[in-house]
């Protein structure tokens, strides 16, 4: 309980205003549950597949106007009318636009889905794209109605980002593997939990949970990394129980522990360690060498310049 306390202080802090980060979290356990839900609704109608239909396809649900809005198809598929779930093997899930753009594709080994829930469990691999940003995993949930995705296990997420200025032309791309990712797409918030790893041409974190926040489906906006948080900047590197980095600032904020164990980014040589700066909040820009320290405590080596 006091981690998702830290948690949600953490989030009311640097997230934008208008993201409730308490109800975010109580949805993500709605969707654990439903998860769960449809995980053992698998297991029971695997075993009562008994006669499937090849090559089908079949609408999910549709656009006001009538329109299909997501579909699956399945290379093998049972339909159980009195349950509504559809149990299929070798299955691509589509989303669309009202003028049948494809928005969204899922490409999974086995699923169940539940058309009233409009919602649906993948067991074993899955691949999935969003509008440039890719999803991989085993074990995945994912809720049509609410815009929602559970990887449960081997998460990776790879998504292409435009530059601060917008210009489009450069771009970079970030990866994010974990034991397990929430996506919410509708609140552009995807939280990684267990052996977090976020990789980026400018800075690397890592970290025991990670929440990044976008704008759109793909662009990062911010990233807050929590417990045994450790971030590298070319050859400087940082340690501390939490941080966050803004992508329009480019600014990393590093916090010290509850216990009082600080902050630390030191730069490395050949050698090993070179100089060190410690403090409660050490912030620093990645495309300058501007630092600013909280209760600093600075060791240089003689000659040494501590580089950001």
């Not at 980060?21 to 839900?37: I, Q, V």
């Not at 067991?123 to 559970?150: H, I, M, P, W």
């Not at 966050?244 to 990393?252: A, D, L, Q, V």
Request: hydrophobic share 40%.
């Amino acid at each position: 309980m006091k981690l998702f306390v830290n948690i949600v202080l953490v989030l009311a802090a640097t997230a934008a205003a208008a993201f409730d980060s308490e109800a975010w979290l109580l949805k993500r356990g709605d969707m654990t549950r439903d998860a769960m839900r449809l995980k053992d609704l698998y297991s029971e109608y695997s075993a009562k597949a008994s006669s499937p239909a090849e090559n089908v396809a079949v609408p999910v649900e549709s656009h006001p106007d009538g329109s299909v809005k997501s579909s699956i198809s399945a290379r093998k598929a049972q339909f159980f009318l009195e349950s509504g779930l559809i149990w299929g093997e070798d299955v691509v899930v589509r989303e669309l636009k009202p003028d049948g753009t494809l928005v969204a594709r899922i490409d999974a080994e086995n699923c169940i889905v539940d058309r009233n829930a409009k919602a649906g469990w993948a067991q074993g691999g899955v691949k999935a794209l969003y509008n440039g940003t890719s999803l991989e995993g085993e074990g995945v949930y994912l809720s049509f109605d609410r815009e929602f995705v559970v990887i449960t296990d081997k998460a990776k997420i790879v998504s292409s980002e435009f530059d601060v200025k917008g210009d489009g032309k450069n771009m970079d791309t970030t990866r994010l593997t974990a034991k397990r990712a929430d996506y919410d797409r509708a609140e552009g918030v995807v939280m990684f939990e267990g052996g977090v790893y976020l990789d980026n041409p400018q800075y690397k974190f890592a970290a025991d949970r990670l929440f990044a926040f976008l704008h759109g489906t793909n662009h990062l906006r911010r990233v807050v990394a929590i417990g045994n948080v450790s971030v590298t900047n070319g050859s400087n590197c940082g340690s501390c129980d939490r941080a966050s980095y803004i992508r329009s600032k480019s600014k990393i904020t590093m916090y010290a522990r509850e216990d009082g164990t600080p902050a630390r980014l030191v730069e490395l040589d050949g050698r090993g360690e070179r100089n060190r700066l410690e403090g409660d909040k050490i912030s620093f820009w990645i495309d300058s060498e501007q630092v600013e320290v909280e209760n600093s405590r600075i060791t240089v080596e003689a000659g040494g310049k501590l580089k950001l």
